[in-house]
């Protein structure tokens, strides 16, 4: 079992705890204690299946131990223990959190509930709308708990065994409202997440359907003479054997290739790969191995099975033995034809023989380990199993079915799992099953896909129910396409969370209150959240308000200036406000000062590699920067890229000499910077190397852009724009309500009153009067307000 072994620290310094006869207590950090009771004082060092690092640096701290109780106090919490009571109960410990005691109380006495702001769910399963959401490590009272009291022990070997009955090992997370501070600290016990590769952040196609190889290869050529790149094949059960003897019991668990389909599989995924696309076969491993099955003889006789009375060999994950012949004889030789990564699609219980065990823990845990073998980084597809389940991304949240509401509750529950450090999520886009055709939903679903951490078009075997953008109208044709392209060019912003993600514990999607945690609106707007470092994503996830053809979400912007994403319309932030769009967009917003690096238009195929062009977008108003990861192998590179801003004097951007291993990178590379919000009293100077040089520049006012483009130059040039007087431009709002009137389903008359309002009135409170005398509906009102007041200098 040796190759299956972790890194693990389990040990904590001797000189942060404090024993007890049958208690004892583990300052780990200021914030954080571990609560163990053991009638006999056995205490527990080895590592368990969620907590493998106790290795923190000791903090500070002060113990009063007196006949009746004890007390330990840190700079954060305070612990109160009176002894003698017997286990830990709500009157015999007690635990304060000290930056919650104005005006917050925060006392947690044990046994309580923690009031959290919930964490995630298993799966999304048959999910029409909402779902429960097991227990977070964020809470608004300043505290959380993790019960680790029936976690599995990790032992030295790699294997997992039950530890003793009727303990408590709990631990108390005392973070307040530095919620950043909680996860970080979390992951530090619990393992960092992962990096993921690169490939699993472009498109994923995925159906429930049983292609043969010709259809398939027939579909993929298509997408590309469509120009939709997808980086991800995924081929479902159906690429086994399904339809097979009564007697062997049911087809769902299979690993012998359906030849009539694929008569070629290894030629098949190599075609693939040719393509720019990685490989995952759909498995359910639940039924063991029967004897129909290819590898069947082979795999019997090394794990002693009668294969000549055709004896099932069953799924036992629980056995060292079983493992090692599963990963031999199942998986490997499919790796070795060209399967980069499993789908593990198990969803048949939640026992083993060994007490205590979940299949499905055991399943993501070993299969991630073995994905990384012979250095490969490591990848698998499965369902969450629990806290510390972030060490094996990418998570499965199952068949939804296609309808609003399913649609409505994803973005929250996505953004919500990092409450418990989950980042990983990938949805069936568009939803799995029954519900209805609504061209509508499947646009705005797949806009929430692109912005979202994986994003995977998906749908059953029905023949009305398939994600290929031609099976729409062809408005929503055009904006899914546009859409599927995006979300290749933001693969370099993308795997630069996803390092700072694995380094920083930054999840990706973070709700809008982990850097507001005061502010109540921030906890109000549950489908809005910050998407990396520069965006905020507003999913748009109603209908249309068809006489407007808009749709709109409610949204609170924090302080500062935001500019959208697509438009270059600048808002002023601290305040909440409902944002309109069309069907061609939803809003996102960049912050001021922000910089955003894409693949330019030029590298948009289903490979995803490192961009011989980058489109970098930047965003007026502040100092802002950035620093771009790209790695291949062991080797990484850094690129910093800032922004300094001196409203009414010279605003400069630059972009320095990548640092690292510069010959992971193209010789020479073709930068595109879009300027967003500039506004400038001379045309700016670009350089390179501190040599002026001549560059296309190009002024979009109708965005708000000015976009700059260089010739290819090589990778260590040092580029640098500078703008003199630089302030931010206004937003060009007769324009924009024009453009919005003209799209209108409403009386002419009434748009012309609008308009002519506009144009006397210019964004006046006179203009407001004049608004409300004409009785709009709520909607166009309210349309036509988020334009004329997004901001005002």
Excluded at 335 to 340: A, C
Excluded at 480 to 498: A, Q
Aim: charged share 25%.
């Amino acid at each position: 079992m040796k190759k299956y072994t972790i890194e693990t620290h389990p040990q904590a310094n001797e000189c942060a705890i404090v024993r007890g006869d049958k208690y004892r207590f583990t300052v780990l950090t200021s914030r954080m204690i571990r609560l163990e009771y053991d009638e006999e004082g056995k205490f527990e060092d080895s590592a368990t299946q969620s907590i493998i690092n106790r290795n923190f640096s000791v903090p500070e701290y002060r113990v009063i131990d007196e006949a009746d109780h004890l007390e330990i106090i840190t700079e954060n919490v305070h612990l109160i223990c009176y002894k003698g009571k017997g286990k830990f109960s709500k009157n015999n410990l007690s635990i304060q959190v000290k930056s919650m005691l104005t005006g917050h109380g925060a006392t947690w006495h044990y046994g309580e509930n923690t009031n959290d702001l919930r964490g995630t769910a298993r799966t999304l399963d048959g999910v029409n709308g909402t779902t429960e959401l097991e227990r977070g490590l964020i809470s608004k009272y300043g505290f959380s708990i993790i019960d680790d009291s029936k976690s599995l022990l990790i032992t030295e070997d790699g294997w997992v065994e039950p530890r003793k009955e009727n303990i408590i090992d709990i631990y108390f997370l005392g973070y307040g409202r530095e919620y950043l501070d909680c996860l970080k600290d979390f992951y530090h016990l619990c393992g960092s997440t992962p990096m993921i590769p690169r490939f699993a952040l472009g498109n994923w196609w995925s159906r429930y359907y049983r292609y043969t190889e010709t259809e398939y290869k027939e579909l993929m050529e298509r997408f590309e003479k469509e120009h939709m790149p997808f980086s991800v094949a995924v081929i479902d059960m159906d690429w086994h054997l399904v339809d097979i003897p009564a007697k062997y019991g049911s087809g769902w668990t299979g690993y012998t290739w359906n030849r009539e389909l694929f008569p070629d599989p290894k030629g098949f995924m190599e075609w693939l790969h040719n393509k720019g696309m990685k490989v995952t076969l759909n498995v359910h491993p639940a039924d063991g191995v029967r004897a129909y099955e290819e590898m069947y003889v082979d795999m019997a006789k090394e794990l002693g099975v009668d294969y000549e009375k055709e004896q099932r060999i069953n799924f036992d994950i629980a056995d060292p033995e079983f493992l090692d012949a599963y990963f031999k004889y199942l998986h490997h030789p499919n790796e070795e034809d060209g399967v980069d990564f499993w789908w593990i699609d198990w969803q048949q219980g939640g026992t083993t023989k060994i007490t205590g065990l979940d299949p499905l823990w055991m399943l993501n845990h070993y299969h991630f380990l073995d994905s990384m073998r012979n250095g490969k980084q490591g990848l698998t597809f499965s369902r969450y199993a629990g806290i510390a389940s972030h060490r094996y991304p990418v998570g499965f949240s199952g068949d939804t079915f296609i309808t609003w509401e399913s649609l409505d509750f994803q973005p929250y529950f996505t953004a919500n799992a990092s409450n418990v450090g989950y980042g990983w999520w990938s949805h069936d886009i568009g939803g799995h099953m029954l519900g209805y055709k609504d061209d509508e939903l499947a646009v705005r679903w797949l806009q929430f896909g692109v912005f979202s951490p994986i994003n995977r078009l998906h749908s059953s075997s029905s023949p009305f129910n398939s994600k290929e953008p031609w099976r729409y109208n062809l408005i929503a044709e055009k904006v899914m396409k546009e859409y599927l392209r995006l979300r290749h060019k933001f693969v370099p912003y993308l795997y630069t969370m996803n390092y700072l993600n694995h380094k920083e514990g930054l999840p990706l999607m973070q709700p809008m209150y982990y850097h507001t945690p005061w502010e109540e609106a921030a906890y109000k707007v549950k489908n809005q959240y910050y998407y990396g470092t520069e965006l905020i994503v507003c999913p748009i996830t109603t209908k249309i308000n068809n006489s407007i053809n808009q749709g709109h979400v409610t949204a609170w912007l924090p302080k500062g200036l935001w500019f959208d994403f697509f438009t270059g319309r600048v808002y002023e932030g601290e305040r909440n406000i409902n944002l309109y769009r069309g069907i061609e967009q939803i809003p996102v917003l960049a912050k001021s000062g922000g910089i955003v690096p894409l693949a330019g238009d030029s590298e948009i195929s289903n490979f995803t590699n490192n961009p011989n062009e980058l489109e970098v977008h930047i965003f007026a108003g502040t100092d802002g920067s950035f620093v771009m990861y790209e790695d291949e192998g062991k080797s990484s590179v850094k690129t910093q890229m800032a922004l300094e801003w001196n409203k009414e004097s010279e605003a400069v951007f630059h972009i320095t000499k990548p640092e690292g291993d510069i010959e992971i990178l193209p010789e020479q590379r073709v930068y595109k910077l879009v300027f967003v919000g500039f506004k400038a009293a001379d045309v700016p100077e670009v350089f390179c190397n501190d040599e002026k040089i001549r560059a296309d520049i190009l002024i979009e006012q109708e965005k708000n852009v000015i976009i700059i483009s260089l010739p290819a130059v090589d990778i260590s040039t040092e580029v640098k724009v500078i703008f003199k007087e630089a302030s931010i431009r206004e937003n060009y709002y007769e324009q924009e309500i024009f453009d919005f009137l003209n799209k209108a389903q409403i009386s002419f008359i009434i748009k012309e009153q609008i308009y002519s309002a506009v144009r006397k009135f210019k964004n006046s409170p006179k203009l407001m009067s004049e608004l409300q005398a004409l009785n709009l509906e709520t909607e166009l009102l309210e349309a036509v307000s988020e334009i004329l007041w997004a901001y005002s200098e």
